[in-house]
Every structure is written in structure tokens, then in C-alpha cells.
């Protein structure tokens, strides 16, 4: 078997990588944080364990997981990003909307 793509180079380093990152970012699309209207809600499960999901998130997945990485290290929660929403794990819905009104993003609380 002969390969014959060009995996390294004396003067661009490592085109693997270089390569990789530029199919990225033209895959994914700007965010208009000004548009966005993210949705909160406070959701429990049989034992009283508290989640809050965050809904009404854009279509940029690198985006989305920068800011659930950045509200579960500012809340000291866990959480995950998954399906469009993220979820926090914890009783801190108003740390969450203070958060957010602090990166400018604009937020609506949605059930009780």
C-alpha cells in the first residue's frame, strides 16, 4: 500500500494538524451572542437531585462546550454539554443567571 499524502514538512511542521483546524473553522459557524435568548431550567428526579439545563444554545458545538466548561468551573458543579443543552448539576440557578449577565447573554427562566 503506497500513501502517498503529505504528513510533515520541514517547513510547516506537522500538516496533519494545521489541515485539521482549517476544515474546522470554516465548519463552524459565528455565534451572535446578541441574538441568543438561552432558556433555564431547573429540573429534579425521585431523590431530589437538582439539575439546571440550559437550552436555546446556537449551532456551534466548540462554543457551546467553551461555555459549559466555563460555568461548571466558575459554579465548582459538574455538568455536561449533550444534545443542544447543557445540564449543571446543583441548586445554583441564580449563580447560573448571574453568570450569564455577566458574559452579556441574554436568558429566560422557564418552569417553576
Known amino acids: 500500500m503506497s500513501n502517498k ?3 510533515w514538512s520541514d ?13 474546522q473553522q ?8 446578541k441574538s ?3 432558556k433555564l431550567r431547573r429540573l429534579t428526579s425521585g431523590k431530589g437531585r437538582t439539575v439546571i439545563e440550559i437550552t ?9 462546550e467553551a461555555l459549559a ?3 461548571k468551573k466558575s459554579l465548582g458543579v459538574g455538568g455536561t454539554y449533550k444534545k443542544s443543552r ?13 453568570l450569564l449577565d ?4 441574554k436568558w429566560k427562566k422557564t418552569g417553576g
Not at 12 to 23: E, F, L, M
Not at 56 to 64: A, F, Q, R, S, V
Not at 86 to 98: A, D, F, R, S, W
Request: hydrophobic share 35%.
Open 36 to 38: 441568543l435568548e438561552l
Open 56 to 64: 436555546g444554545l446556537p449551532d456551534n458545538k466548540k462554543w457551546c
Open 11 to 23: 517547513d510547516n511542521g506537522d500538516v496533519r494538524k494545521s489541515g485539521a483546524s482549517d476544515t
Open 5 to 7: 499524502r503529505l504528513v
Open 26 to 33: 470554516s465548519f463552524s459557524a459565528t455565534v451572535v451572542e
Open 69 to 71: 466548561k466555563d460555568l
Open 102 to 105: 455577566a458574559k452579556s447573554l
Open 86 to 98: 447543557i445540564e449543571l448539576h446543583g441548586e445554583k440557578i441564580e449563580k447560573v443567571m448571574t
